[in-house]
């Protein structure tokens, strides 16, 4: 196991020869402080620099990585290649939980110890004269992503919510890059889009209508912690320490807004206004507890299934529960 140190006494002692000893004296309490300090090196991955690994960036600023005594480097990463890094040990932990999901059903040794979002960050945007779902039959809307993939997926499970037939009752075109998407939409190419934030946000403030947040209306595993079978064997207790470090960044970004916002315009380069804003809409998703959220993983499975990408699959044969609840247990213990 890596470790991230502070100096040694001795080095620390030949660097100070020649001082005088009150200079050595003030600087005792901070000698001291280093000399205990050994935190657990460790790379998280994660899919994309976005709101969907705030908790991420928060636990990062925050201290809470290091409160459980972690040294957290998180690197971006594409789903596709995730968990090749895992296997090899470029990486200890993935975020994505899709993918992860995808290759365990195709026997990937990895399992899922816990989820962080319960929900993704999409929303159906429609022109101001739409004000429900029901209005768009008949109509051609656009779907950031691909045929089959999570974003088609949640984008068919919203319409068939509000009472329409994906297949039979609109038209659907793909458009893979985001900003594409929503400068087709804003130039009358379609009567509505499914998209990922800012840009509702930004549709909104142009006068366009927000008909549904996804994170309001549709349960999945979207993010979370996954680890390689081998590495349940070997940092049982490591892993036990990232889950309750993630789980204090999500705390806190439930809590403290203003302060989850400074870090959301600072990271991600928003204005205030929208980044207030994409606060607000991306907030259901973030889970407040310890959880596995095994109806949102048998979501993702069905999801799976439906876009053919998998035949079947068992939401049990691909997470490992009994962390999450050792932490929650835990954390009741210390309360008492």
């Known amino acids: 196991m890596q470790h991230f140190r502070c100096s040694s006494a001795e080095s620390t002692k030949s660097r ?15 000698l001291t402080w280093c000399a205990d300090v050994a935190l ?67 026997g990937a040794p990895i399992k899922i110890v816990s989820v962080s979002l319960t929900a993704p960050f999409f929303s159906l945007v429609a022109r101001p004269r739409y004000k429900g779902i029901q209005e768009l ?20 499970l919203v319409l068939r919510q509000g009472g329409l037939d994906p297949k039979t009752d609109l038209r659907i075109i793909y458009v893979g890059d985001p900003p594409v998407l929503y400068s087709a939409f804003r130039g009358g190419r379609f009567d509505a889009i ?22 309001e209306t549709v349960r999945l595993a979207f993010t979370g ?28 970004i439930r809590k403290e807004k203003d302060a ?26 973030f889970s407040s507890e310890p959880t596995i959220n095994q109806e949102g993983i048998r979501r993702n499975l069905e999801m799976l299934i439906a876009g053919g990408l998998i035949i079947k699959a068992d939401p049990e044969q691909y997470i490992e529960a009994r962390l999450v609840d050792e932490v929650r247990k835990e954390e009741e213990s210390a309360l008492k």
Not at 238 to 251: F, L, N, P
Not at 265 to 273: E, H, P
């Open 16 to 30: 100070l020869q020649g001082t005088t000893l009150w200079v050595a004296l003030l600087l005792m309490p901070d």
């Open 40 to 106: 657990d090196m460790v790379r998280l991955a994660y899919p994309s620099r976005s709101l969907s690994a705030l908790n991420v960036r928060i636990a990062q600023e925050k201290g809470f990585y290091r409160k459980h005594g972690l040294q957290v480097e998180a690197v971006q990463v594409r789903p596709a290649v995730t968990v090749v890094a895992l296997m090899s040990g470029e990486v200890q932990y993935s975020s994505a939980v899709g993918s992860a999901l995808s290759a365990a059903a195709k």
């Open 137 to 156: 039959r008949d109509k051609e809307i656009g779907v950031q992503g691909n045929p089959g993939g999570t974003n088609d997926q949640v984008a068919r």
């Open 194 to 215: 499914f998209t990922s934030l800012p840009f509702p946000v930004a549709a909104e403030q142009e006068g366009f209508r927000i008909l549904v947040n996804a994170a």
């Open 225 to 252: 912690l996954v680890v390689t079978e081998e590495r349940l064997k070997t940092a049982r207790d490591q892993i036990k320490r990232m889950i309750a470090a993630d789980v204090a960044a999500r705390r806190f």
């Open 260 to 285: 989850a916002v400074d870090v959301i315009v600072r990271w991600l380069g928003m204005s205030r206004s929208v980044a207030q804003r994409s606060y607000e809409l991306a907030l259901p998703a």
